[in-house]
């Protein structure tokens, strides 16, 4: 069990890792090329809204729901069942999606009030925004189809295309920003167009893959089909309980609209530095973990299935934890190491860091969320996530309320901003620099509290048995993260000012410093006893 877990998610990290520095060079090219302005915000909006439907497919919903029935077709052995079975999803999701396109791209002025209501309805803003969101939204057919040749690969113990497929995205973005958009009278124009290429090609570089497995799917209607039926079954609760981070998200870009022109670009940014651990591992060890799991209900093996669990939370843990105190104390190297170049200044700077400083509180949530929600959706229960999501959610909405309205009446900044905008709170939360940063700090809330509650209803569903060590091993992972913190912090006390070296003296200490960390936690960790073999489970 472990070595084969340990060895798929190492195969899927690798590739992610490769997705994930094209990706850093992609958001590099943004920064040099776009800057944070107005023009990138509303792409930012326009990318997000069929990328949210990415994230329901290829690492939420429809996984969860599609790959546990999946496992049952397998484990009868009939090899045209499991073929029907996926001719029958692929049809019905097509015709789906088709659908959802279509209004989406017809409504795209309204979907876009709806998810950037700050922007003037009127306005060149919200004009430009409509009309990428109607060039980008295909990128969500083409995407969850490729999720689904993704899941089918997964199933199959195929890891590595898929994990590398988003290397295409990655390409295909950097091509239009440098190649497309000078030659654009509206050169943000060629990032959607980017994107709609990218969904495209993620799809047919997956399907030589199902072709040699004999799985190539010849899409047919099968709502009637039982298997689909139970998928459609599972997947209308796991719409919501598998995608709450997404949600949160969505949230706060509604209400980043409202905020300082460049608030949606700076939260963006910060996501995609919490992409690197949370994509690499996070998603490597979920993707892997859920047809393990899946494989040992099916089984009725519940001692595999606590292992598997187990072997998922110590290494969120263990890789969570550095990531978590890295991506705090290392906010403005890596901010301004990588992105503070042509239109991106050390303001932006400066105001992305106070947002990854907030939401990197919530790193080992993040990644536990990505074991914990597959233990249930393995069992096929997709009701218990969606009572902890739903709460999650709320909590997030509850703390934005808070954390601004705090902000506006208890603040020198806001009353000042109060009274420049004749008593408006909303028109006032426009003119305070840094308001962005309570929006991640009430998305790392919300995602504490979405892991804490899986955790406290896995354990009172008692399907999970913890196996021997932990204190130990808490133990070793705090030691090795104390050593990192110091060692780190003495850096960063004799390199302060990033902002004003070039990009080659920013880089080297970078470079040194996360090294030396990095280096200082796998000692410690080796001198506690700590070794690759551990980590292949029980």
Excluded at 184 to 212: K, T
Excluded at 440 to 453: E, T
Aim: charged residues 10%; aromatic residues 10%; positive net charge.
């Amino acid at each position: 069990m472990a070595k084969g877990l340990l060895r798929s998610a190492s195969i899927f990290s690798v590739m992610t890792f490769i997705s994930r520095v094209s990706g850093l060079i992609r958001d590099q090219v943004y920064a040099v090329v776009f800057g944070a302005s107005p023009a990138m915000d509303a792409f930012v909006v326009a990318f997000r809204i069929p990328n949210f439907m990415r994230r329901l497919s290829a690492e939420g919903s429809f996984a969860m729901a599609f790959v546990p029935v999946l496992a049952e077709y397998k484990a009868k052995g009939d090899q045209a069942a499991v073929k029907e079975l996926i001719d029958r999803v692929a049809g019905t999701l097509t015709a789906a999606l088709l659908v959802v396109t279509g209004l989406a791209i017809a409504g795209a002025p309204w979907v876009m009030q709806v998810f950037a209501p700050g922007f003037a309805p009127d306005g060149e803003q919200h004009e430009l925004a409509v009309e990428m969101l109607r060039i980008t939204f295909p990128y969500a057919l083409f995407i969850s189809l490729a999720s689904l040749a993704g899941s089918i690969l997964n199933s199959f113990n195929r890891f590595a295309i898929p994990a590398l497929s988003p290397v295409l995205l990655n390409i295909s973005m950097i091509t239009a920003a440098l190649l497309l958009a000078p030659r654009m009278e509206q050169p943000v124009l060629a990032l959607a167009w980017g994107v709609f290429a990218a969904g495209l090609l993620q799809l047919v570089f997956q399907l030589p893959s199902l072709a040699r497995l004999g799985l190539l799917p010849r899409p047919r209607w099968g709502v009637a089909h039982a298997g689909v039926r139970k998928i459609m079954k599972l997947m209308v609760p796991t719409l919501f309980g598998s995608s709450v981070v997404q949600v949160n998200l969505l949230m706060n870009t509604v209400m980043a609209s409202f905020l300082i022109g460049g608030s949606v670009t700076w939260l963006y940014y910060t996501d995609r530095l919490l992409e690197f651990p949370l994509g690499m591992f996070g998603v490597a060890i979920g993707t892997v973990i859920l047809p393990h799991l899946s494989g040992r209900h099916a089984a009725s093996d519940p001692l595999g299935y606590s292992k598997g669990l187990d072997w998922g939370f110590r290494l969120c843990l263990l890789i969570g934890v550095p990531a978590c105190l890295g991506l705090i104390l290392c906010a403005e190297p890596l901010i301004a190491t990588l992105f503070q170049y042509g239109r991106f200044g050390a303001e932006d700077t400066r105001m992305a860091q106070l947002s990854l400083i907030a939401q990197s509180i919530a790193v080992p949530a993040f990644l536990l969320v990505k074991v914990l929600a597959p233990a249930f959706y393995s069992r096929q229960d997709t009701k218990t996530p969606v009572k902890s999501a739903v709460a999650s959610v709320v909590i997030n909405l509850a703390c934005t309320v808070a954390l601004m309205s705090g902000l506006v009446y208890l603040t020198p900044a806001g009353h000042e901003a109060l009274a420049a905008a004749d008593g408006h709170p909303i028109d006032a939360l426009g003119r305070i620099p840094g308001a962005h940063a309570l929006l991640a700090l009430a998305i790392a809330v919300a995602g504490w509290a979405n892991a804490l509650q899986l955790w406290w209803y896995l354990r009172r569903a008692n399907v999970y048995q913890s196996q021997p060590g932990w204190a130990r091993f808490l133990r070793q992972v705090g030691l090795a993260s104390v050593a990192m913190t110091v060692v780190v912090g003495v850096f960063l006390w004799l390199w302060q000012d990033w902002t004003a070296w070039s990009w080659w003296q920013r880089g080297i200490r970078l470079g040194v410093m996360v090294g030396a960390g990095g280096l200082v936690y796998g000692a410690v960790l080796w001198l506690q006893g700590i070794r690759p073999r551990d980590l292949r489970g029980h």
